[in-house]
């Protein structure tokens, strides 16, 4: 079943300097650096301008489904896997339908790795996969295993000690531009009742102001200044 809470927040505007938190780490990579918008605390970045009129548009009382990845819905896995690889895994190519806004690879995700929702899913399929010597992150979108390959929708390779965003314009795993691994690697902390690191939600109401973010490398068209820009960090309410 999925976990809901009601929420309202406000959107803060990730462009100011401020005190950066400890990156979490995986084995002997944290994931992105101590300076990167993922590893500062929201709670002390301003508020913005349209905050309010952004928050009635979404609603502050609709549930929201925490995705993190715990128990099973309609027979399949919930949440987005990730595992670790070591720098001698094998590295396998990959063939895209948006190859223009992939990483070309190899991939050194292993035919195995488990898929968002399960090896039978049809929906969005992504797999991750972390090489911990390396400390580089692979993601693909609408993955499928072949003999010695991947097929899949998009794929991304972001190295983990850089703060390197994608080429502007550029798509990644989930549309956004942005990886996918450090919500996962948050969610812990913020399941403990922290709210200071950023938080990746998807809306209903996919409308999104024509606004690009420093930290946000996809643009998305929108219909006013009612709807929030992607990109922008987002903290929640203390009631949360």
């Known amino acids: 079943m999925h976990r809901n809470r009601s929420w ?4 803060a505007l990730a462009f100011l300097t401020v005190a950066e938190a400890q990156p979490p780490a995986i084995g002997k990579c944290t994931v992105l650096p101590a300076d990167n918008i993922w590893n500062t605390p929201v709670d002390q970045l301003p508020v913005a301008a349209n905050s ?3 928050i009635n548009t979404i609603s502050s009382t609709a549930p929201v489904h925490a995705d993190f990845g715990a ?12 595992i670790t690889v070591p720098g001698t895994q094998t590295k396998y190519p990959a063939t895209f339908l948006y190859a223009d806004e992939s990483d070309p690879g190899p991939y050194a995700i ?3 790795a488990p898929i968002e929702g399960g090896s039978q899913s049809t929906g969005d399929r992504h797999t991750i996969a972390v090489d911990i010597d390396n400390c580089i992150l692979y993601e693909l979108y609408s993955a499928y295993p072949q003999a010695a390959s991947w097929q899949a929708g998009s794929g991304a390779i972001f190295n983990l000690l850089s703060d390197a965003l994608r080429p502007a314009g550029w798509t990644s795993t989930d549309a956004a531009g942005l990886p996918i691994l450090p919500d996962r690697s948050h969610a812990v902390r913020r399941d403990c ?3 200071d690191s950023p938080c990746r939600q998807v809306y209903g109401a996919r409308d999104t102001a024509r606004v690009r973010l420093a930290r946000a490398p996809l643009c998305i068209e ?3 200044s009612q709807v929030s820009p992607d990109g922008p960090a987002r903290q929640t309410a203390s009631g949360f």
Do not use: E, T
């Open 8 to 11: 309202s927040g406000v959107l």
């Open 52 to 54: 309010a009129a952004y």
């Open 71 to 82: 128990g099973l819905y309609d027979g399949g896995p919930i949440g987005i896997p990730f």
């Open 110 to 112: 292993p035919l195995n």
């Open 193 to 195: 009742g922290r709210r």
């Open 222 to 224: 929108s219909h006013g």
